[in-house]
């Protein structure tokens, strides 16, 4: 099997521990060796990759990602979108993530029955370029819940992103058909979202209905995941043992001690970044910051500041990504959360960076082969031209993502092309898609 070497880089490698220089060996699609300078293993190497100096992390992992949301203003505009179209958008998401360094990624759930399987399988099968992709189900959502987008007078379900149900046995043959059509885990809409006019705060859905869904999940051994803003619905995901809690922003002290207890099971991605630019970056699309706050999302955005910052210092596992998708966060700028678990979080930048790399890995069910840079782990790399522990934001430059290496084969090499050296020290604001709203963040 060929070896390849990237020599002269910068190591982050996901353990917790201190970048250091060095060099790697990898064999196939695994690194067999990783060696600090002045220690040198290129030498068995077949072909030499030069880092120049840059730095060189794992591959990222989204945990929470729609592709099929079409980086549009609004949720109708997602769901009109024809089924030709959509499936081909999907591919097109897909690479731009790759492109970006994110190598893994959740599906959080898809705006038709079969985007996200067949996107899987499509990536699987080398038919395109994308993360490695645990598929979910469309959002199983309840009348008049965060999905049904029926309206009084023209109740075509076919229209809605949601998958309708009421009662237990509509829950069951749901997931069934899910599980049919081979989705990695379900994903279930408990609490309501204000862009849809339903209050975050509130539980549509009974202990029937929810425990009839992971019931049938885990007889099938496959995962939940669930839409969960309001405080009783995260104590729902504990009580049932749903193990991907998206948002969480209004869990109570009990919420956050019950997650503490499981929080070996459990994984929080809240979807920050859906929460600072609805409330600060939406103006051109109709959310001036005013409007933002009279739909809740500023208050929102103070609680879930609150809540998962306790969160981290509880030691609960909290990971970047959601809802990106939008026309103000479209896809391909999820990095952004990065720089705002520091600001809102109060993360450390390190402590950011393995939240996307690590626990990457833990969430993809795959901790002992993904998420770091150790010998027997798969070569899902990503050279940056630039410490993004100095400066978290140019993980949102295109340019900056130098290399993106996945299974072992490079996907994308630009080091020859990217900025020069002088580029290294452009301030934030010159950086494309710099998120100019970091300064409006809530103080801690
Ligand atoms: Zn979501």
């Known amino acids: 099997m060929k070896k390849t070497a990237i020599t002269n880089v910068a190591i982050f490698d996901g353990s917790g521990g201190d970048v250091f220089n060095g060099e790697i060996l990898i064999e196939g699609n695994r690194i067999v060796e990783v060696a600090r300078f002045p220690e040198k293993i290129a030498a068995q190497a077949d072909q030499f990759i030069d880092g120049k100096g840059k730095f060189l992390m794992p591959g990222m992992t989204e945990a929470h990602t729609h592709f099929s949301w ?12 024809p089924p030709e179209e ?12 790759l492109d970006m360094g994110w190598t893994s990624a959740i599906g959080a759930a898809a705006a038709k029955a079969r985007l996200d399987v067949v996107l899987r399988n499509a990536i699987n099968a080398g038919q395109c370029p994308g993360p490695r992709y645990l598929a979910g189900s469309q959002e199983i959502t309840t009348l008049g819940g965060l999905g049904d ?10 229209f809605s992103f949601g998958h309708i ?5 509509e829950v069951r043959k749901a997931t069934r058909m899910f599980l049919k059509f081979g989705v990695d885990h379900l994903k279930i809409n408990l609490s309501g979202e204000y862009i849809a006019g339903i209050p975050a705060e509130l539980s ?12 049938e999940a885990k007889r099938n051994g496959k995962r939940v995941a669930a839409h969960a803003r309001s405080a009783e619905s995260v104590k729902q995901c504990v009580r049932h043992g749903i ?19 499981n929080k070996e099971k459990h994984f929080v991605a809240p979807g920050i970044g859906w929460l600072v630019r609805t409330s600060f970056h939406a103006s051109e699309y109709g959310i001036t910051p005013e409007i933002a706050e009279k739909m809740g999302y500023r208050h929102e955005l103070e609680a879930a500041a609150d809540t998962l910052r306790k969160m981290h210092r509880r030691g609960i596992r909290v990971l970047p990504g959601g809802d990106y998708g939008f026309a103000w966060m479209p896809h391909g700028t999820n990095a952004n959360d990065l720089q705002y678990f520091v600001d809102y979080i109060g993360m450390t930048p390190k402590e950011a960076l393995l939240s996307a790399t690590r626990l990457g890995g833990e969430i993809m069910m795959r901790g002992d082969e993904l998420g770091q840079i150790q010998p027997g782990f798969l070569a899902d790399l990503v050279l940056v031209d630039g410490d993004p522990l100095c400066d978290l934001r140019i993980l949102t430059d295109p340019a900056r993502i130098a290399m993106v290496m996945q299974d072992g084969v490079i996907h994308k090499d630009v080091r020859d092309t990217a900025p020069r050296e002088a580029a290294l020290h452009l301030p934030a604001s010159e950086i494309p898609w710099h998120d100019k709203g970091v300064q409006e963040a809530v103080p801690a």
């Open 70 to 81: 079409n980086d549009q203003p609004t949720l109708a505009a997602i769901q009109m979108m």
């Open 86 to 97: 959509h499936i081909l958008w999907c591919v097109e998401v897909a690479k731009r993530y």
């Open 149 to 158: 987008m029926t309206l009084p007078h023209l109740p075509f379900e076919e």
């Open 165 to 169: 149900v009421i009662g237990p046995e």
């Open 204 to 215: 549509p859905f009974s202990e029937e209905e929810i425990a009839m869904l992971t019931t």
């Open 243 to 261: 193990e991907m809690v998206f948002h969480a922003s209004f869990a109570d002290e009990e919420a956050l001690d019950m997650l503490e207890a």
